[in-house]
């Protein structure tokens, strides 16, 4: 299987703040790397897919970059509703993983 | 408007069973692989199971002769029958679309809460 691991599992920001989450394969998956945010109590929602790409009605703050086994997830300027848990996954091959998760929270 | 809409959680008994069904609207259903994905409470997200346009299931070790995925196109419904249950399957459940092969899973549902105590 293929291992995906974010880092941080945290962090603490303020309205503004540029904000940088990586995640790292296992193995290459090229660019089969898709990240989605999760707010408490809803499902997740897609923001980036293919590594790069932005979901439609996702904001252009939001941009992701890397292929092979280092991708990262940028939020170029914190807004109050961005504060959430955010995650990658894998496309590349069953079984689909997906990263333990990000906690942006409120500095 | 594209929407899942999951049904069928509850509690069941550890070694029990529960259907879970999944109700999609706004899209050709039929068109689409689609997916269950779980969270436990406070955890993470886990892939459960997968079936393609053409019937072919996937499951991971974890659930792997215990849970069946299955659909019926022409109730545009996802079903997942979940036997043998234990602790460790309690989570909310999420039907999910696969945007198309090796792409994103760019739909969710609300999620339904399977719990499994006695």
New interface residues.
């Given amino acids: 299987d293929i291992q995906m691991t974010q880092s941080p599992s945290s962090l603490s920001a303020s309205v503004g703040d540029r904000v940088t989450i990586t995640c790292r394969a296992s193995q290459s998956i090229s660019k089969y790397l898709n990240w989605y945010q999760q707010k408490p109590g809803k499902g997740p929602e897609l923001l980036i897919l293919a590594a790069s790409s932005l979901q439609s009605g996702v904001p252009s703050r939001f941009s992701g970059s890397g292929s092979g086994t280092d991708f990262t997830l940028t939020i170029s300027c914190l807004q109050p509703e961005d504060f959430a848990n955010y995650y990658c996954q894998q496309s590349y091959r069953s079984p689909w993983t997906f990263g333990q998760g990000t906690k942006v929270e409120i500095k | 408007e594209v929407q899942l809409v999951e049904s069928g959680g509850g509690l069941a008994q550890p070694g029990g069973s529960l259907r879970l069904s999944c109700a999609a609207s706004g899209f050709t259903f039929s068109s689409y692989a689609m997916?269950w994905v779980r969270q436990g409470t406070g955890k993470?997200?886990?892939?459960v199971s997968?079936i393609g346009t053409a019937g072919d299931t996937?499951?991971?070790?974890s659930v792997k002769g215990r849970f069946t995925i299955s659909r019926e196109n022409a109730k545009n419904s996802l079903y997942l029958q979940m036997n043998s249950l234990s602790a460790g399957d309690m989570a909310v459940y999420?039907c999910v679309r696969?945007?198309s092969s090796?792409?994103?899973?760019?739909i969710?549902?609300?999620?339904t809460m399977v719990t499994v105590s006695s």
């Fill in positions: 997916h993470g997200l886990e892939w997968a996937y499951y991971p070790g999420y696969e945007r090796k792409d994103a899973f760019d969710w549902g609300q999620g």
